[in-house]
């Protein structure tokens, strides 16, 4: 009989390579209960990976543009896109169905690819980041202020939960990443086997500079020591442990920012047009049960607590345990499985304890926490358990205070808006919530009352239900977290996720300087005017400050008449002398604001082919001043800031377009957006 192999036990990438320890603690296979692997930080020095991070991975990474940074993620999401199916093999022995595993797997890769094109979209193909308007400081425009965001010097450490072990080292990693800072990813040990697997497959991708990327499988140890002021904490899990962490001497001493995503009592609200019969009816409980089955319940956004209008309590009971009654639970390699194991036979038990506390205020409708029957599988050895659907006194608190982290909730009846508003904030802060009414005077009412004590709310009809992505599904576009027992932190949001790792800084300086500093011109710095015009220069010859000024053009009467006849724009102001003498801000017939924005392109443009490609839109546009009949326009056009397309021939050049008139008074300000292309 040939020997049984000692099960391996898990790396981790720390300092350039892969660290293994001897032994460690045993991880098993939520379905067959047999031993996966074992896990354990044992010989890690902490303080070691924290520099490596810091030394070795953030340079290499601040060196890169936004833009290159974004290319990476791209790079990255296409490359685990290609091994999916591996990471589904894996994942499916964490209890996972195939659908699920999709969940996980595949929205991590889409958070990478949002923010890879987010990245290229909204942020400059720079190092720095220039946030917000220029801010005046003196009257004479010489003392002048800018927000910018420069990336921090030190390493994201990232604590995940057990429960998407793809998706959520990702969704942190993503914007870490793009805002130039090195993640030291830390899974959850019951699932971590499968982010093992991820990191293998973003190890050997050879795309991420060294140090950039780092997984520690196991416990974190003395790292928590090592924190400096320039390193950052995400933490996902137990509002205890976010308790815990976020009063660690390390966090405390050198005020590390820490974010948490943490317990949360999420709710999803019946609006009392929905009876039954109707699409929000139907809305409501297919949402519910997804919610409650979809992970086998284990996701920080699933329903825990659904209101509906008490005098339909009953019936929306039955509605859902008739769906539930129709999900299959077993292996989910098991044809026609529709929901798999919890991650772990103490995982498991803990639900149980739960559910035993919120069925001390309430009763079981659908359900049976001690039995439930499984396909193809052993449901003692699997951590299997049946959906359980509890009907709940709201006026309890248990069922605002108790999170039962698996197929479980709490369906809670209410009389009218106020009381469900009560009845909500009682959750103490929950991630998200949604609303499913046909009713928009109750969709704003709730939204408006819940908002305070949630990160995310979805408003569910049946015109948004076909393309909504549901209750429980987190977009990198948007923010995930909330407020209170949800932890109090924010991830994602987009470029809001991004600027979380950089630091905000106001720098204060004369226009000169600041353009200097900012590589943005700023209203009041020098122009440069040459015999070229700016227009017939490749993007590569293009100087901030590179201007040109034309003009003077008279307005006439007969150009206003003459545009009002030819647009159709026969505005009063323009047209009716009476009517305009009347106007408190007029006084007389003026000029139309596009008729003036018109004049001005026809004084700046170069009208022969050459390197301006295309004008693509007009940001920041104000009429300032009224042009009158007589006055003479003259606009000053300056190269305000540069934007190279790594992939592309051609970049976008912003120009600053300042239209006077003859007395010198600004009569319109706005951005010119054109592409340009390159040598």
């Given amino acids: 009989m040939a020997p049984v192999l000692p099960t391996p036990v898990l790396g981790s990438y720390v300092g350039g390579g892969w660290h293994s320890p001897a032994d460690g603690r045993p991880l098993h296979d939520a379905v067959t209960g047999e031993e996966v692997a074992r896990i ?10 924290l520099d490596h991070g810091r030394r070795v991975g953030g340079p290499a990474l601040r060196a890169l543009t936004f833009h290159q940074r974004a290319g990476l993620l791209k790079a990255l999401a296409g490359h685990l896109r290609e091994h999916r199916e591996e990471l589904y093999a894996v994942s499916a022995r964490t209890g996972a169905t195939l659908a699920d595993s999709k969940f996980d797997v595949d929205g991590g890769i889409g958070v990478l690819a949002v923010y890879a094109s987010k990245g290229r979209r909204e942020l400059p193909n720079d190092t720095l980041y220039v946030e917000g308007d220029v801010e005046p400081l003196s009257r004479g425009g010489t003392f002048v202020a800018q927000h910018v965001a420069t990336s921090l010097r030190g390493v994201a450490v990232q604590v995940n939960a057990f429960n998407f072990p793809v998706w959520g080292p990702l969704e942190k990693f993503a914007p870490a990443f793009l805002a130039g800072v090195p993640s030291v990813v830390k899974p959850a040990s019951p699932t971590a086997f499968l982010t093992a697997a991820l990191a293998e497959l973003v190890v050997s991708s050879g795309l991420l500079p060294e140090g950039t990327f780092q997984l520690v499988a196991g416990g974190v140890g003395d790292m928590f020591d090592h924190l400096t002021g320039q390193d950052l904490v995400s933490f996902t899990g137990s509002a205890s442990t976010a308790a815990t962490l976020r009063t660690h001497p390390g966090i405390v001493r050198n005020s590390v920012r820490f974010s948490a995503e943490a317990d949360s009592l999420n709710l999803s609200v019946l609006g009392p047009d929905a009876v039954p019969g109707t699409p929000e009816f139907d809305l409501f409980v297919t949402q519910l049960v997804s919610e ?16 509906v209008p008490a005098a339909r309590l009953d019936a929306v009971a039955e509605a859902v345990g008739a769906k539930l009654a129709r999900t299959v639970i077993g292996n989910p390699a098991a044809e026609g499985v529709r929901m798999g194991a919890l991650a772990s036979l103490e995982q498991r038990e803990e639900v149980r304890r739960s559910i035993k506390a919120l069925r001390d205020a309430g009763r079981i409708v659908f359900g049976d ?50 009381q469900l508003l009560d009845y909500a904030a009682r959750g103490q802060g929950s991630l998200a919530g949604s609303v499913v009414t046909g009713d928009p005077a109750f969709a704003r009412d709730v939204v408006l009352g819940a908002a ?11 015109a948004d239900a076909k393309e909504s992505t549901g209750h429980g599904s987190p977009m990198p576009q948007l923010v995930h977290g909330g407020p209170g027992r949800a932890g109090g932190g924010e991830e994602m949001g987009g470029i809001r996720g991004v600027l979380h790792h950089m630091q905000r800084t106001a720098v204060q300086a004369d226009p000169d300087m ?65 009517a305009a003498a009347a106007n408190p801000l007029f006084g007389e017939r003026v000029a139309h604001g596009y008729l003036v924005v018109s004049l001005a392109a026809g004084l700046f443009v170069d009208p022969a082919p ?10 920041h546009l104000r009429f300032l001043t009224p042009v009158r009949f007589g006055d003479a326009l003259t606009v000053a056009l300056t190269c305000k800031q540069v934007t190279p397309r790594d992939s592309a021939a051609y970049g976008e050049v912003r120009w600053d377009a300042d239209v006077t008139r003859h007395d010198g008074e600004s009569v319109a300000r706005y951005d010119v957006l054109t592409l340009v292309a390159k040598r």
């Avoid at 050459?610 to 940001?619: E, H, I, R, S, T």
Wanted: with cysteine.
């Fill in 610 to 619: 050459g390197p301006v490609l295309a004008n693509f839109g007009v940001d």
């Fill in 452 to 462: 305070p004590w949630h990160g995310r709310l979805l408003v569910l009809t049946q």
């Fill in 40 to 49: 354990s930080s044992d010989g890690i020095d902490m303080g070691a990976v």
């Fill in 514 to 578: 600041l353009t200097a500093i900012t590589g943005r011109w700023v209203a009041g710095a020098r122009r440069h005017v040459t015999d070229v015009h700016p227009f017939r220069k490749h993007l590569e010859e293009l100087s901030i400050g590179d201007t040109v000024v034309a003009g003077p053009r008279t307005v006439s009467q007969a150009d206003v008449e003459h545009f009002a006849e030819f647009t159709g724009d026969t505005f009063y102001a323009h047209m009716d002398a009476e």
């Fill in 292 to 307: 409650m089955t979809v992970k086998a319940g284990q996701k920080c956004t699933a329903i825990r607590r659904a209101f």
């Fill in 369 to 418: 926490p001690d039995q439930v029957d499984v396909r193809e599988a052993d449901a003692e050895r699997g951590a299997f358990l049946s959906p359980v659907l509890i009907v709940g006194d709201p006026e309890r608190a248990e069922p605002h205070e108790v999170e039962a982290f698996g197929p479980v909730s709490t369906l809670m009846p209410y009389e009218n808006t106020d």
